[in-house]
């Protein structure tokens, strides 16, 4: 198989596992109604209430690897594209956005056949960001995706209650009635 379509196989399947992950938990997914080039690859959005907010949603971009790095703690270390990066690190997207890494085992196995049922391979985190700084980096930028931000029901629920709810509108460090 070419090195191209396997990557576009284990994307997708990254993309599938965050859905089906989400579905599992409750929370309604999809995919954004556009191409890839708001680097948004799946719809969250919680059917219900999260701090004061109905019906929270975010935009996640899904990077999936069978060669993910992790630190000492359990964070993940991943070489993000320079492009995704830029486009993930602006904070006014009227619908926030987050990167998700899902990790795979590097033998291959996807998925676990049972008995009892179909168990997913692999591990995920998530991380805004946010207001990061530019990068003078060319074609990758390392980003660091905290253990404690799993994709598991708790983790899905935190990254909608904090980044999907509503924010206020800045409001600027001066007076404007002074201006005049």
Known sequence: MRTQDKNLLQGDFGEA????????????H?????????????????????N???SPS????????DGVRKTANGDFSYDLDVDTYEVLRQSN????????VIGLSKDGERIRLGRDGTLLVGHGVWVSLEGRPATINRQTQVVCLPAKNALDEDGLKR??????????????????WDQL
Not at 58 to 65: A, D, G, M, P, S
């Open 17 to 28: 596992w965050l859905e089906a992950v989400a579905a599992g938990c409750g929370i309604l």
């Open 30 to 50: 999809g995919r954004p109604t556009s191409l890839d080039l708001q680097k948004a690859d799946v719809f969250l959005s919680y059917p219900g209430e999260l």
């Open 159 to 176: 990254m909608l209650g904090t980044f999907g709810v509503r924010t206020s509108t800045p409001v600027p460090d001066f007076n404007v």
């Open 52 to 54: 004061g907010t109905r």
């Open 93 to 100: 997207h009227s619908i926030r956005r987050i990167l998700a």
């Open 58 to 65: 975010v935009l996640v971009q899904v990077k999936t690897t």
